[in-house]
């Protein structure tokens, strides 16, 4: 019995010392805070995809037939010109071929001039002006296909770009197909990059993008989305995106490995700094100042951007939000604001 009598003095005493409404008790001091006003704030919707710099042209050179090379006419890394000779193999054969079908050529040619003239003045037959048509035909079809044996044995630059390095020497007997070099025009590149298919909406021939390389960490690669693969790979159902970016300076190189971040939305929304949303469960909220209180608001968070949280619902651009000390502070409490006059305290 004594026991339950000391538990009721003990209630009734604490309800005394508390304020109504569950007011701070008497003299202590109210927390304080530093607030700001949430802002407008322009928020970018990212993909983010990692990519493969490949050149915007690039062939590998081969030896067409099993020669001898002769000449080489590049160096190392050497910018070579549309059309420049790059190696030559040996054509002697090719030469005595050619050199025998054109004198056959030119005799067969020759000796038609002499039927036809003989036919007009009614001493040789149709016949044989044909027959020696056919044998003079047949002989420009062999000196031609001398001139193309030869012509294949000069290797040429398909386009202008830079040649890899050389890992052969004149004078090497070459087999079909031995690479001689690789021209690459790498004044722009190709980036192949995949997007998921649930992304594929936000992704557009013309986008920006904006790429990275480990190589240049602090400079950025901007380029724009060429095209979009219209078949997606079955096993990631993913496309494959090719952006092209200007290489004047020759830094990116073929093979290189890039991030790639595209700009697939922009817009101006509400914003206050991440400190300001308070997390409980699935539902987030901020401390508005409402006087010298502040009032717990739902709100309904979008992107986190530069540590700024876009609100989505439940706040204006204006309103003085606590951005410091929200831990401390509860709905309906009174906070002293940093940097704000406070009020003085009259002694009693």
């Known amino acids: 019995m004594r026991n339950l009598i000391g538990l009721i003095a003990l209630a009734a005493m604490t309800a005394g010392c508390s304020g109504a409404g569950g007011t701070q008790a008497k003299g202590r001091e109210a927390p304080l805070v530093t607030a700001a006003a949430a802002e407008s704030v322009r928020f970018v919707e990212r993909i983010d995809a990692v990519g493969t710099a490949r050149a915007n042209e690039q062939v590998t050179l081969a030896a067409p037939v099993t020669e001898r090379i002769t000449r080489l006419n590049f160096d190392d890394g050497a910018f070579v010109q549309r059309g420049q000779i790059i190696a030559v193999l040996s054509a002697g054969q090719e030469n005595a071929q050619l050199a025998e079908a054109g004198a056959r050529s030119r005799e067969a040619r020759q000796q038609l001039d002499r039927l036809q003239q003989l036919k007009a003045r009614g001493f040789a037959t149709n016949s044989a002006v044909d027959a020696q048509t056919a044998l003079a035909g047949q002989a420009s079809a062999q000196a031609a296909a001398a001139r193309a044996s030869i012509g294949d044995r000069i290797i040429r630059a398909p386009f202008s770009g830079w040649v890899s390095l050389r890992n052969i020497s004149a004078g090497a007997v070459v087999t079909s197909g031995t690479e001689i070099a690789q021209i690459s025009d790498i004044s722009r590149i190709k980036l192949d990059f995949a997007v998921p298919e649930t992304l594929l909406a936000q992704v557009r021939p013309g ?113 003085r939000v606590v951005t410091e000390g929200v831990v401390k502070i509860a709905d309906g409490q009174k906070v002293r604001v940093a940097g704000a006059a406070q009020p003085r305290t009259q002694a009693r």
């Open 207 to 319: 986008q920006a993008i904006e790429a990275r390389a480990a190589a240049y960490p602090d400079q950025p690669f901007r380029g724009t989305i060429a095209t979009v693969d219209p078949v997606l790979n079955a096993e990631t159902r993913a496309a494959t995106v090719r952006a092209i970016l200007a290489n004047g300076d020759r830094k990116l190189k073929p093979g290189m490995l890039l991030s790639v971040s595209i700009e697939s939305a922009a817009r101006t929304s509400t914003a206050v700094p991440e400190l300001a949303v308070v997390g409980e469960g699935d539902k987030n909220f901020v401390f508005v100042l409402d006087g010298d209180k502040v009032k717990r608001v739902p709100v309904t968070p979008g992107l986190r951007q530069n540590g700024k949280v876009e609100i989505l619902e439940g706040l204006a651009p204006g309103q």
